[in-house]
């Protein structure tokens, strides 16, 4: 069974930084691109991150350039987001996804989510 398990969220205050982390296990996603998403509530989910398989290649939603950061680490088969300089607006719960053919492509495989609260 393909399972992904964020943490690291939290609350924090405007200006602070969180690291999310993504442990996935039942599949090895070493070839395939991982990303993270949010939803604030009330809102639909939207983009905010992706990696390729090798990590050669990102992208990142415009709201988030300059302050985060995603990482992979194949070998632990793990997925990070570094979120620096948050925002209120940053609020939301934050999914982990994997198994796409390439980081804006769909995603087959979701995480339960962890909620990041940014207090102003």
């Known amino acids: 069974q393909v399972q992904l398990v964020e943490s690291g969220g939290g609350l924090v205050q405007a200006g602070g930084s969180l690291r999310l982390s993504c442990a996935t296990s039942?599949?090895?996603?070493?070839?395939?691109?991982m990303g993270w998403f949010r939803q604030a509530l009330g809102k639909e989910r939207e983009f905010v991150a992706a990696?390729?398989?090798?990590?050669?290649?990102?992208y990142y939603a415009d709201p988030v350039k300059g302050r985060f950061t995603i990482s992979r680490d194949n070998a632990e088969n793990t997925v990070s987001l570094q979120m620096n300089s948050l925002k209120a607006e940053d609020t939301a719960v934050y999914y982990c996804?994997?198994?796409?053919?390439?980081?804006?492509?769909?995603?087959?495989?979701w995480g339960q989510g962890t909620q990041v609260t940014v207090s102003s």
């Open positions: 996804a994997a198994g796409a053919v390439g980081p804006l492509e769909e995603y087959p495989y």
């Open positions: 039942g599949r090895n996603f070493d070839s395939d691109a």
């Open positions: 990696i390729s398989w090798s990590g050669g290649t990102v």
